[in-house]
T-cell receptor, first 117, second 114 residues
Framework: GAVVSQHPSWVICKSGTSVKIECRSL??????MFWYRQFPKQSLMLMAT?????????EQGVEKDKFLINHASLTLSTLTVTSAHPEDSSFYIC?????????????FGPGTRLTVL | AQKVTQAQTEISVVEKEDVTLDCVYE???????LFWYKQPPSGELVFLIR??????QNEISGRYSWNFQKSTSSFNFTITASQVVDSAVYFC???????????FGTGTRLKVLA
C-alpha cells in the first residue's frame, strides 16, 4: 500500500514553455502533499506543502508564481513550472501523507526529471 | 531550528566490508521522527527505516542496522558485508512534531567496489 505515482517520469521542453507534473496517491487519500526539487548531486529541497482544497505554502525563496501548485483532490496534486528556463532543469519529487498517519511518514513518488533546452 | 548533518560526502568500500553512515541531527522538539532513505541511480527514494524519538532501541534488518543515541543526537546506519547493489546515495531525514516537513541531510554517496 501507500503508492505514489508521478507523471511524466521525464520531460524535455523548450525554454519559455510551461510544464505540468502530476502526483497521484494511488491507494490512499493524501491530505497533504509535498513538492521537492533535487539538483544533481545535491539533497532534496522542499519547495512547497499543499493541503487538499487550500493554497500551497511555499518555502522561502521559491517563486509561487513560477511554480504553480494545485491540490484539487485527495489523490492528485499538480506542479506547473511556468515559463521554464534551463536553470529550472532538475529532478522534481512529490510525496504524500495520509490523514491517518500519526508518525509523520511521507510516501514518495518516483520523481520527474525535467530538462529545459 | 532543525538540522541534519551527514558529514560523509562519499564513501568507497570494497565488497564484503562493513560501512557506517553517520547522521547527526538538531531539534528542540521532544517528539520527532528520524528516517533513512536510499536513492539508487534511478532516483526513486527507497524507505529504509523510521524511528521516533521515544524509541531508542537499535534495530537490525538483515544486513542493515541502526544505532539511535539521543545523548549524542545521532542516528547512524551500518551495512554489514556490503554488496555492489548497496551503491547509492543515502539520506537521513528529520521530521518534527506537528509540522510533517522533512529536513534532509546532504546525503552520503556510497560506492561498493567489487
Amino acid at each position: 500500500g501507500a503508492v505514489v505515482s508521478q507523471h511524466p517520469s521525464w520531460v524535455i521542453c523548450k525554454s519559455g514553455t510551461s510544464v505540468k507534473i502530476e502526483c497521484r496517491s494511488l491507494d490512499f487519500q493524501a491530505t497533504t502533499m509535498f513538492w521537492y526539487r533535487q539538483f544533481p548531486k545535491q539533497s532534496l529541497m522542499l519547495m512547497a506543502t499543499s493541503n487538499e482544497g487550500s493554497k500551497a505554502t511555499y518555502e522561502q525563496g521559491v517563486e509561487k508564481d513560477k511554480f504553480l501548485i494545485n491540490h484539487a483532490s485527495l489523490t492528485l496534486s499538480t506542479l506547473t513550472v511556468t515559463s521554464a528556463h534551463p536553470e529550472d532543469s532538475s529532478f522534481y519529487i512529490c510525496s504524500a501523507r495520509g490523514n491517518l498517519e500519526d508518525h509523520n511518514e511521507q510516501f514518495f513518488g518516483p520523481g520527474t526529471r525535467l530538462t529545459v533546452l | 531550528a532543525q538540522k541534519v548533518t551527514q558529514a560523509q560526502t562519499e564513501i568507497s568500500v570494497v565488497e564484503k566490508e562493513d560501512v557506517t553512515l553517520d547522521c547527526v541531527y538538531e531539534t528542540r522538539d521532544t517528539t520527532y521522527y528520524l528516517f533513512w532513505y536510499k536513492q539508487p541511480p534511478s532516483g526513486e527514494l527507497v524507505f529504509l527505516i523510521r524511528r521516533n524519538s521515544f524509541d531508542e532501541q537499535n534495530e537490525i534488518s538483515g544486513r542493515y542496522s541502526w544505532n539511535f543515541q539521543k545523548s549524542t543526537s545521532s542516528f547512524n546506519f551500518t551495512i554489514t558485508a556490503s554488496q555492489v547493489v548497496d551503491s547509492a546515495v543515502y539520506f537521513c531525514a528529520l521530521s518534527g512534531s506537528g509540522t510533517y516537513k522533512y529536513i534532509f541531510g546532504t546525503g552520503t554517496r556510497l560506492k561498493v567496489l567489487a
